[in-house]
């Protein structure tokens, strides 16, 4: 996606900018029988550059995960998965301005996060996932942002920190009408080795409105609490339109016509 504006001799003011958006959202999902192979990979990156400002970063985020699964009931499994979450550079205070304090960065923090519960998918449209057993570890490997209390670091010149509590997460896609499809994401945890009251919690929403094959606009709003972070509500809201492309392979075995045996021949 790109953004641009230019003024000359304009009373009203403004500075000439021009920005862009990059991203990648794709699942791929495997299931047969008893067995469910959920993966999603979610990129993203932008950048805006200001007259007099200079470039400033606008979007940046790595999630990636994977969740294995086997029936045991109607629409719920048995499961097994992990995740990551991180971003692609580093993130300063200011408004991102790479001249003030670094406060973030590749892999600091990253969020790793193993664990097994239960999932249960009654369609393609709605995943819930229950880990009562779930290992989250917490990297800063920036060793300029290794300082106690920084992300929950228990000490100076740490790079980890280890939690072990209840991660609960869930997926809901709408169609809300033709060519307008709304995806919400949701996600709690809760440390059951240190203040187990203090949840972190995070909901994203992306409205994606298809004008034609090659361009749509997107608007995201993600909502985050994390007291180890900040103890303040992170909101982070993004419009844009520009080229995309929607990349679908595969069949689901029930929707082929050799397997629907209620149609008539």
Known sequence: MLNQAAFSNW???GANNVGWLAGANYNMTYE???DLWENIII????QNNTQGVGNRKT?????????YGREFAKSWYLSGGASLQTQFAGGFEDGNNPDAKKI???MAPGYVNVGVGVTYRPNDNFTMTLRPANAR???VLDEELQTAGNYGLKNDGDASLFQFGFLGTAVYKLKLMENINLTNTASVFSNYLDHPERLVLAYGAVLNMKINKYISSNITVDVLYDHNQIQKTQLK???GVGLAYNIDNGKKASDKKEQQSWMKK
């Open 104 to 106: 973030s960065n590749f």
């Open 32 to 34: 047969k029988g008893k």
């Open 137 to 139: 570890i917490t990297f």
């Open 11 to 13: 009373v009203g003011g």
């Open 59 to 67: 979007q940046d985020v790595i999630n990636l995960s994977t969740n």
């Open 43 to 46: 990129l993203g990156y932008g």
């Open 237 to 239: 809201q993004t419009l």
